[in-house]
């Protein structure tokens, strides 16, 4: 079974920083691409980033790019998120992705972590 | 950026009845040398993870009931439940994954009447 499990979510004052954590296991890690996705209070879907299955490829969302960076252990089966110079619409929870790549397009979250919520606020 | 319109915003339908879901996007999503539309649909639960329940527009994913199912191409798609059952009480988004960054629709809320 896939599981997903985020962590390293809390508060934080503006433009400080938060590093979130996802332990993957119940499939090979190292052949997936994964995803971040965020969820404002109130408000939908919004992918933030993604990465390659052997972490050569990064890809973010305009509004986060130079600020948060996506990274991957593939030996830990774990996924990162570094997110500086937060501001209040960071606010949100953050979802840990599993990507299926068909070699085209983009590619898309089959299985999703419970989530871990980020409060940026002072 | 891709940009994509649900309508409508909510929708309150009869157990056992029809619910239908539009979904409009800025751009056609239709990969011509594949003939597949970069369209999904997610389900998602207040206090749960997002789930996906229809890739390639149509095709739905394993352990789906069939009372889901999606059309369209191009610009236009639709998601139906074709009998609204309890359990599908949720907010349905909408995704393009024809071209990153990837965008979802607003989202539709689907209650009972």
């Known amino acids: 079974e896939v599981q997903l499990v985020e962590s390293g979510g809390g508060l934080v004052q503006p433009g400080g920083s938060l590093r979130l954590s996802c332990a993957a296991s119940g499939f090979t890690f190292s052949n997936y691409w994964m995803s971040w996705v965020r969820q404002a209070p109130g408000k939908g879907l919004e992918w933030v980033a993604n990465?390659?299955?052997?972490?050569?490829?990064?890809y973010y969302v305009d509004s986060v790019k130079g600020r948060f960076t996506i990274s991957r252990d593939n030996a830990k089966n774990s996924l990162d998120l570094q997110m500086n110079s937060l501001r209040a619409e960071d606010t949100a929870v953050y979802y840990c992705?599993?990507?299926?790549?068909?070699?085209?397009?983009?590619?898309?979250?089959?299985?999703w972590g419970q989530g871990t919520l980020v409060t940026v606020s002072s | 950026d891709f940009v994509m319109t649900q309508s409508p915003d909510s929708l309150a339908v009869s157990l056992g009845e029809r619910a239908t879901i539009n979904c409009k996007s800025s751009?056609?999503?239709?990969?011509?040398?594949?003939?597949?539309?970069?369209l999904a649909w997610y389900q998602h639960k207040p206090g749960q993870p997002p789930k996906l329940l229809i890739y390639?527009?149509?095709t739905r994913e394993s352990g789906v009931p069939d009372r889901f199912s999606g059309s369209g191409s191009g610009t236009d798609f639709t998601l139906t439940i074709s009998s609204l059952q309890a359990e599908d009480v949720a907010v349905y988004y909408c995704?393009?994954?024809?071209?990153?960054?990837?965008?979802f629709g607003q989202g539709t809320k689907v209650e009972i009447k």
């Open positions: 995704l393009q994954y024809y071209r990153t960054p990837r965008t």
């Open positions: 751009h056609s999503v239709l990969y011509s040398s594949n003939n597949k539309n970069y």
């Open positions: 390639w527009a149509s």
């Open positions: 990465i390659k299955h052997d972490g050569t490829e990064k």
């Open positions: 992705a599993r990507d299926l790549y068909y070699g085209s397009g983009s590619p898309l979250c089959d299985h």
